[in-house]
């Protein structure tokens, strides 16, 4: 079965760099969702969309911006990188009205030097 | 606000023996669902099993069973006869409202699991 695709799996940037990391949610899955997970951190929800529409919005830098496609592939843009931006970054899509679980991808590991 | 708690940041099992995961959460809506997730050391996140709050049931998949009791506000993940294969860290998450309106998950800190031969 179709999973989550997320590229590049791995990315290195310099300090004050762009970043452009890229979900191809299951196909018919209506609702991407971003989350961010620091080295020995929990995810964090950064942002989420539902039919190319932001739906929801968690603690997403001002230097990052996100949206959906009408192919339904999102994109997460960092600019200016810092050091503290290094992290694993996970897309995830789900069906907004049935089933109940979200199919995570393998998440992109970003390192800023 | 909805949170999730998990307090053991490590646990050790011997192999082929259970072990307990304990999760807390606090919630204000009614309507909600639970989930374990597994991430091994490769980093992906590995969905493995669900309880919707109004479940009257304990979810089971496999290995893995969620005991669940509401009025404590706790859903302890159980894994039977753990292999080698299981060490990873365990991620349990909350969702309020029992489908993907407003999806978002609210991940715990995570417990490391380590199974020894």
């Known amino acids: 079965a179709a999973g989550v695709i997320q590229s590049p799996r791995h990315l290195i940037k310099e300090k004050r760099e762009t970043a452009t990391l890229k979900c191809y949610p299951i196909?018919?899955?209506?609702?991407v969702y971003w989350y961010q997970q620091g080295p020995g951190q929990d995810p964090q929800f950064l942002i989420s969309?539902?039919?190319?529409?932001?739906?929801d919005k968690g603690s997403i830098p001002d230097r990052f911006s996100a949206q959906q496609f009408s192919d339904y592939h999102s994109e997460l843009n960092m600019s200016s990188l810092e050091l503290g931006d290094s992290a694993l970054y996970f897309c995830?899509?789900?069906?907004?009205?049935?089933?109940?679980?979200?199919?995570f991808g393998q998440g992109t590991r970003l390192t800023v030097v | 606000a909805q949170k999730i708690t998990q307090t053991q940041p490590g646990m050790f099992v011997q192999e082929k023996e259970a072990v307990t995961l304990d999760c807390t959460y606090d919630t204000s809506d009614p309507s909600y669902g639970l989930f374990w997730y597994k991430q091994p050391s490769s980093g992906e996140m590995i969905f493995l099993i669900y309880q919707g709050s109004y479940d009257q049931q304990n979810a089971t998949e496999g290995r893995y069973s969620l005991n669940f009791q509401k009025a404590r506000k706790s859903a302890n993940l159980v894994i039977s006869a753990s292999q080698l294969g299981d060490s990873a860290m365990y991620f349990c998450?909350?969702?309020?409202?029992?489908?993907?309106?407003?999806?978002?998950?609210?991940f715990g800190q995570g417990t490391e699991l380590s199974v020894k031969p």
């Open positions: 969309f539902y039919e190319k529409m932001q739906s």
């Open positions: 196909p018919r899955h209506d609702t």
């Open positions: 998450a909350m969702r309020e409202g029992l489908y993907n309106q407003g999806g978002k998950l609210i």
């Open positions: 995830a899509s789900s069906l907004q009205n049935l089933g109940t679980e979200a199919f």
